[in-house]
């Protein structure tokens, strides 16, 4: 089956560690997104990749990095100069960045640091 | 992305149809109407979108008003499994990069 996956499904962390959460997509895919959701919010986006090895910020993109080697891997990971990195992370892809193309989102990180 | 109204919440009976209301009267000619919605703890899932004529996909229809400056997402019959956070966003036909989530409305379904 064709979709995005995310790994690990819950993650803990200690203050001052850095941790990489997994998105890989089987879905051929040009445009991959991170966002980050707080409880009762909306969506906000992190960082987003048009296409293999180019990647741009979003909107709160302090305290993270990405990496896409792959065309369909986008790993984030959370440094600890992110001041407050609890939350629900959800990467998504979608084959154009037009407004007709909708996005695939993955099932989620949930980070909670200790 | 311009900006969209949504009521905060609504409730259904299930197997009753749901008619969730999304308001954009500042659209533009060229903005993509898209539904997503959200169900506890999940990802967003797209549910469909349209840019001027009524859209049905095996989820849902959607209804665009003569004048683009609202829409309205119809559920035919409502199940337990539609509770879920809806979400009413436009896109630019050169939207770029992200999608922008507003509040979303909150669909309850009774048994």
């Known amino acids: 089956d064709g979709g995005i996956t995310q790994s690990p499904k819950y993650l803990f962390r200690k203050e001052g560690q850095n941790v990489t959460l997994s998105c890989e997509q089987n879905l051929n895919h040009d445009a991959m997104y991170w966002y980050r959701q707080d409880p009762g919010q909306g969506l906000r986006l992190i960082y987003y990749?048009?296409?293999?090895?180019?990647?741009q910020k979003g909107d709160i993109a302090e305290g993270y990095s990405v990496s896409r080697e792959k065309k369909e891997s986008f790993p984030l990971t959370v440094t600890s100069a992110q001041k407050n990195p609890t939350a629900f992370y959800l990467c998504a892809s979608s084959s154009g960045t037009g407004g007709n193309n909708e996005q695939f989102f993955g099932p989620g990180t949930r980070l909670t640091v200790l | 992305d311009a900006k969209t109204t949504q009521p905060n919440s609504m409730e259904s009976n299930e197997e009753e149809p749901v008619h969730l209301p999304c308001n954009h009267s500042t659209i533009s000619g060229t903005d993509y109407i898209h539904w997503y919605r959200q169900l506890p703890s999940q990802g967003p899932e797209y549910v469909i979108h349209?840019?001027?004529s009524n859209v049905n996909n095996r989820m849902a229809s959607l209804a665009i008003a003569e004048d683009r400056k609202s829409s309205t997402l119809i559920l035919h019959r409502a199940t337990l499994r539609d509770a879920a956070v809806y979400y009413c966003i436009l896109r630019a036909w050169n939207a770029g990069n992200m999608l922008t989530f507003g509040g979303g409305t909150r669909l309850m379904v009774k048994p």
């Open positions: 349209g840019l001027t």
């Open positions: 990749s048009q296409i293999v090895n180019d990647f």
